[in-house]
């Protein structure tokens, strides 16, 4: 035993560095043991689906340390992809008669094993001196700032542990964004983030499918749970929403959504290759998921984000955005007709009668008005909206009381629950967010140009569809993961062999490649 500790630590990979470095191996190594037994003994307890997962996990993590070539890429690839996986295992949590607003408390994510692997793997280049740790100053300040305003406000919030489980949660979204936002290369690193969305989307195809025709799906394998189907009577129909392993087609809406934009950039730049074609298909897929969520805000923010990005791919075709505007205006104006004729659920759901579902946003809208009124610094505690807010109900048809859920506004529940100021420091993570991506605006047909165009879509489906939704912003990892894209992205090398081209519809000159 002592011979076998004495080698880990001075054990390093080319045998060549000082004695304090090999000592810092030996921490590290010693940190992972302890980190990935205590994750398996607690793993044992729960259910049997989440001990098979850790233990897979660990399996290939590990073996791929025999080849170290290939780690990194696993672990890259690995971790978008289970972006949407929901086995989740909960140290902390807190039932509530009331209906919380994000979380129920605090869980730890497959997604979260792969990233300490991800994170370890990282920090062991940062000391060979191989890499080095960018914190994207830009967008690092505002959102420490975002921290510190929803820490102050979990502070006097009704129920503590709820209000610090999801700040814990906004801590470690930060974290993450920052993590993915270095991992990022060059364009191979792009490609293996491309093929796990691929991969994701895929998946909820086919899990969507199985719920659609009515299969027990895989029984809560990929955190899914039975069917998955929500059934909403409208008009004279039910209408069947599938939900992949989500267990709200909001949220499958949302992901799908969010990947379509950045896979159909990906497969036009490689439209001649086979791995365009199969994006593409990747891209169709998701967009027939999409329609059967039934979710119409994710729908109104995939049409705008695919028609940004439409009008910028046939921008840098056309060299004129006239030409570019009429092109994009045909091409949605066919896609929607044939979606409205082919399918009678889109039909129903945007025509007929959805029981005020859409006009309840509204006395929604004005309960969350009431409460940045009187507490327009201070809100009213952080994951504790559903809590306080019956006391400032003075709508006609008391609305909280009929619909018990926070308000489907995502900017609102945000300044509601901790102030307008954090609401302000969040569209400025954002605004900055688009600075840096701002190659997307120019007539570059560059890789990273394009790269630009489908993030900032992406990102653009998500804020649009926030607007109906109440999904809580600071935890969310779609939102923080395509923000991650972006900042690294704009740090990506750029041609160099630029030539000007005139644009018909403007005075001056324009970059392209």
């Not at 049997?48 to 340390?65: D, E, H, N, P, Q």
């Amino acid at each position: 035993m002592y011979a076998f500790f004495s080698n880990l630590i001075s054990w390093s990979p080319t045998g060549r560095e000082p004695d304090d470095t090999r000592f810092r191996y030996g921490y590290i190594c010693l940190l992972i043991s302890f980190l990935v037994s205590t994750s398996v003994v607690v793993a044992s307890t729960q259910d049997r689906k989440w001990l098979a997962a850790v233990c897979l996990g660990i399996a290939v993590s590990f073996s791929s340390l025999l080849l170290q070539k290939i780690l990194r890429p696993l672990l890259l690839a690995g971790a978008v992809f289970l972006i949407p996986i929901r086995i989740n295992f909960y140290p902390i949590y807190k039932p509530t008669a009331f209906i919380p607003t994000g979380t129920e408390g605090l869980p730890i994510t497959i997604l979260d094993i792969v990233l300490v692997f991800l994170v370890s793997f990282w920090l062991l280049e940062v000391i060979k001196n191989k890499e080095k740790i960018n914190l994207f100053p830009s967008i690092s300040i505002p959102f420490l700032l975002y921290i510190i305003f929803t820490g102050i406000s979990a502070f006097w919030s009704a129920e503590y542990v709820l209000s610090f489980c999801l700040l814990a949660m906004v801590i470690k979204s930060y974290i993450f964004l920052i993590v993915f936002a270095n991992q990022v290369k060059d364009e191979n690193d792009v490609k293996l983030i491309i093929l796990g969305l691929c991969g994701g989307v895929l998946l909820q195809t086919f899990i969507g499918l199985l719920q659609f025709t009515g299969v027990e799906s895989f029984s809560g394998l990929f955190g899914e749970s039975g069917r998955g189907l929500m059934f909403k009577v409208q008009g004279n129909t039910i209408l069947s929403r599938v939900t992949g392993t989500f267990g709200h087609a909001n949220g499958l809406a949302k992901f799908v959504s969010f990947c379509i934009p950045i896979i159909f950039v990906f497969a036009y730049y490689h439209r001649r290759s086979i791995v365009g074609l199969l994006a593409l298909l990747c891209s169709v897929a998701g967009g027939v998921t999409l329609l059967f969520t039934l979710t119409r805000g994710s729908w109104i923010g995939a049409g705008i984000a695919m028609a940004f990005v439409l009008f910028e791919l046939a921008k840098r075709h056309y060299k004129n955005r006239l030409k570019s505007i009429i092109m994009v205006t045909i091409i949605l104006s066919l896609a929607i007709g044939v979606i409205i004729g082919l399918f009678e659920d889109v039909r129903v759901r945007l025509f007929e009668n959805d029981y005020n579902s859409a006009e309840s946003r509204i006395p929604m809208a004005m309960v969350a008005l009431n409460i940045i009124k009187a507490n327009p610094v201070k809100g009213i505690g952080l994951n504790n909206y559903t809590r306080v807010m019956n006391r400032y109900d003075n709508t006609r048809n008391r609305q909280t009381y009929i619909f018990p859920f926070p308000v489907h506004n995502g900017y609102l529940l945000i300044a509601a629950e901790s102030g307008i100021q954090t609401l302000l420091v969040f569209l400025w993570i954002i605004g900055a967010a688009i600075r840096k991506g701002r190659a997307a605006f120019d007539f570059s047909s560059s890789f990273t140009s394009l790269l630009e165009v489908g993030w900032i879509a992406s990102m653009s489906t998500w804020l649009i569809a926030d607007f109906f939704d109440c999904n809580y912003a600071g935890s969310n990892v779609m939102l923080w993961f395509v923000v991650a894209m972006i900042a690294a992205t704009s740090q990506l090398p750029r041609p160099e062999n630029q030539g000007k081209i005139k644009d018909d519809t403007l005075a001056g000159p324009r970059l392209t490649q």
